[in-house]
T-cell receptor, first 113, second 116 residues
Framework: AQSVTQPDIHITVSEGASLELRCNYSYGATPYLFWYVQSPGQGLQLLLKYFSGDTLVQGIKGFEAEFKRSQSSFNLRKPSVHWSDAAEYFCAVGSYNNNDMRFGAGTRLTVKP | NAGVTQTPKFQVLKTGQSMTLQCAQDMNHEYMSWYRQDPGMGLRLIHYSVGAGITDQGEVPNGYNVSRSTTEDFPLRLLSAAPSQTSVYFC???????????????FGSGTRLTVV
């Protein structure tokens, strides 16, 4: 089965600084990759997704992610972080048929003023 | 458009009690699933369904039952609650073959369950 590793449990950045959250996946077929964000006490919201084509994908709230097949990675980036970006971020990998999506353990982002 | 609705939002059970967590969606999604979220472990798939009458096990199915009698509803049953089932439970739905239809899951707001 597929799996996802998010190496960083907790990251702290200053407001206005750039951000990169790491994600590595393991999947035998063509991966369908996702990033979700979870604010405290809330469900998960889809930030962006990659299915095929351009390896740099744009999402909501100014986020982007780059798919690198050779590194089995799908890292999330944002050029300038806002205090409202403080949340937990989850990377996920799924299949074409959309069943059995697997999530990483999450990275908690703290934003310093 | 309500999306995915989960009830209750909070629940405290005694060990050995049973209960059903409810999940309903109004988007005509074929696929529905249940995850549990525990600190440091992310979301783990419990059960999923690709359509009415069809269910399958995920990573951590033990202690949980599901059924899918309609497209809209996908209840999760705990037959005999154990403290290890203390967690936050999320229901999610989507179209199948999501590449063709937008992709990604829609999540409910969660049920926080404590078993004492």
């Amino acid at each position: 089965a597929q799996s996802v590793t998010q190496p960083d449990i907790h990251i702290t950045v200053s407001e206005g600084a750039s951000l990169e959250l790491r994600c590595n996946y393991s999947y035998g077929a063509t991966p369908y990759l996702f990033w979700y964000v979870q604010s405290p006490g809330q469900g998960l919201q889809l930030l962006l997704k990659y299915f095929s084509g351009d390896t740099l994908v744009q999402g909501i709230k100014g986020f982007e992610a780059e798919f690198k097949r050779s590194q089995s990675s799908f890292n999330l980036r944002k050029p300038s972080v806002h205090w409202s970006d403080a949340a937990e971020y989850f990377c996920a990998v799924g299949s074409y048929n959309n069943n059995d999506m697997r999530f990483g353990a999450g990275t908690r982002l703290t934003v310093k003023p | 458009n309500a999306g995915v609705t989960q009830t209750p939002k909070f629940q405290v059970l005694k060990t050995g009690q049973s209960m059903t967590l409810q999940c309903a969606q109004d988007m005509n999604h074929e696929y529905m699933s249940w995850y549990r979220q525990d600190p440091g472990m992310g979301l783990r798939l419990i059960h999923y369904s690709v359509g009415a009458g069809i269910t399958d096990q995920g990573e951590v199915p033990n202690g949980y039952n599901v059924s899918r009698s309609t497209t809209e509803d996908f209840p999760l049953r705990l037959l005999s609650a154990a403290p290890s089932q203390t967690s936050v439970y999320f229901c999610a739905s989507s179209y199948t073959k999501h590449r063709d239809r937008g992709g990604g899951y829609t999540f409910g707001s969660g049920t926080r369950l404590t078993v004492v």
